[in-house]
């Protein structure tokens, strides 16, 4: 029997604002021992039968690519549907290392939808860090590892500091979302997470009281302090008698199942029986820019891997467009034929003077940046359909948190679930399709952040080191 909480309500569900960042999540969830499924559409109850031992459930979606206005028109109504669910959190799961801006992304335009549709509600509560992927919050500054294997503060990050759509000029988080809202913002400092849930519980009405804070920053070093943390939110999920809102990474995630396991609310999580493997032949699509991802293109071409860099500006060509896809399609057919795994990549890296060219392109086209992902991972996906079905692939790799969404949706699938552990934040999944040569595809979605030099191949082996 599937246990839920104490008024019989599913215990989460979730909008993940990036389709890598969504199966952090599943990943989160299911190896803490929460049975989880990720749609790419919100499910109807019908279709949350089909899988009746899930206390949580989440939705894939594109928002950190959204301007304001666009969230507004497409995010409302779906935060509204996920408020009806049933579940008693609903998580607006955002980027580990606060992905953002006032015009791409913004958590602080997220925060401002939550309050009005929980009004009742004392706090949004918002949780950045995540131990588990090297994420940490003190003091309300942010701090990232890179892929220099340091930890940076956000606005000092090799990658996060330069990033081409949310480039993050300010480590207080606070700040940072000052320049997205109006709102003000509270802190649970890492002092005020020690001691008893009592105690901590007492600090936090005491930064609340004669206070307008409309939302609470969670400081996060440490998984004790997490779990903490994850006792404080579900605390008032108890008290609240309705859902709560709450925005954060996959470190929210894991506090609160933390916390439902020392409740009880969880049973032991069970490993695979018949662990995944390795295929013959990975099919890698990249729409990522970061040093990361570079290195691991690299590395991967430098041991049997076929690259295949799209024509970015030709599928921005509606004069070009079809006839660059069906050369890439062709080349990339016949790389697989013979036996080899293929990249397709954007860019191979930050400094990849396509990315300049693409820019200006975008800038004569009226076009914001965000757009290129969406015009190029939608192409992308369409390819790697095709090419799962004509070369009869069982395994893919998206990289890249905002082209992946895209590439997803095009694939022709409806739902994921956790396969297996590959590293954190880039698990292996099982797809669902009604289409049966998609059907049990599996899939890995990598942030731009996620994964050391070699791990495509990792992919490839079914985490297997080599």
């Known amino acids: 029997m599937t246990k839920k909480n104490a008024r019989g309500q599913r215990l989460l569900c979730y909008y993940g604002d990036d389709f890598t960042g969504s199966t952090d999540v599943l990943e989160s969830l299911t190896e803490g021992g929460a049975e989880t499924v990720l749609f790419l559409e919100p499910p109807s109850e019908a279709r949350l039968a089909h899988f009746p031992d899930a206390q949580c459930f989440g939705v894939a979606g594109v928002g950190r690519s959204m301007s304001p206005e666009r969230m507004e028109r497409e995010l409302r109504p779906l935060l509204e549907r996920l408020k009806n669910c049933g579940a008693a959190t609903v998580h607006y799961k955002i980027c580990s290392t606060f992905d953002s801006s006032p015009r791409a992304g913004s958590i602080g335009k997220v925060l401002e939808l939550g309050r009005e549709l929980y009004p009742r509600q004392s706090f949004v509560p918002v949780v950045a860090g995540a131990p588990r992927l090297k994420r940490y919050t003190l003091f309300g500054h942010h701090f990232a590892a890179g892929g220099d294997g340091a930890t940076h503060r956000l606005d000092r990050h090799p990658t996060m500091s330069r990033h081409p759509i949310t480039p993050m000029a300010e480590s207080d988080l606070r700040l940072h979302l000052r320049e997205q809202t109006d709102l003000p913002v509270a802190l649970m400092d890492w002092t005020a997470l020690t001691g008893t849930g009592e105690e901590a519980g007492s600090r936090l009405r005491e930064r609340l009281e004669g206070s307008d804070a409309k939302a609470v920053l969670f400081d996060v070093l440490d998984e004790e302090g997490l779990e903490m943390t994850g006792r404080l939110i579900w605390q008032e999920v108890e008290a609240a008698g309705e859902s709560l809102f709450a925005v954060g990474s996959s470190g929210l995630s894991d506090g609160l199942a ?30 990522s820019c970061s040093p990361v991802t570079q290195t691991q293109i690299e590395w991967a071409l430098a ?92 395994r893919i790799l998206i990289a890249g948190g905002d ?11 409806d739902a994921i679930t956790f396969r297996s552990a590959i590293v954190p934040g880039g698990p292996l999944c099982r797809c669902y399709s009604e289409d049966p040569r998609l059907d049990g595809l599996e899939l890995s979605l990598k942030g731009g952040q996620v994964g050391g030099a070699d791990y495509f191949e990792l992919v490839r082996r079914g985490g297997r080191t080599l």
């Not at 399609?329 to 930050?350: C, D, H, M, N, T």
């Not at 003077?353 to 015009?375: F, M, N, Y």
């Not at 082209?403 to 699938?413: A, D, F, K, M, N």
């Open 303 to 394: 041991h049997g891997f076929a690259g295949i860099q799209i024509p970015a500006l030709d599928w921005l060509d509606p004069d070009r467009v079809e006839a660059s896809c069906a050369e890439v399609f062709k080349q990339a057919l016949r790389r697989l034929g013979e036996g080899q795994s293929v990249i397709l990549y954007s860019a191979a890296g930050p400094d990849d003077p396509s990315i300049g060219a693409l820019r200006t392109r975008l800038d004569e086209l009226g076009w914001e940046t965000a757009d290129s992902a969406r015009a190029i991972g939608t192409r992308l996906g369409g390819l790697a359909r095709n090419l799962v079905a004509a070369a009869r692939l069982r």
């Open 258 to 287: 933390a916390w439902w396991r020392r409740q009880g609310l969880l049973r032991p999580r069970t490993e695979a029986t018949v662990p995944p493997g390795e295929t013959d032949r990975l099919l890698v699509l990249s729409g």
């Open 403 to 413: 082209t992946s969404g895209y590439v997803t949706r095009e694939l022709g699938i």
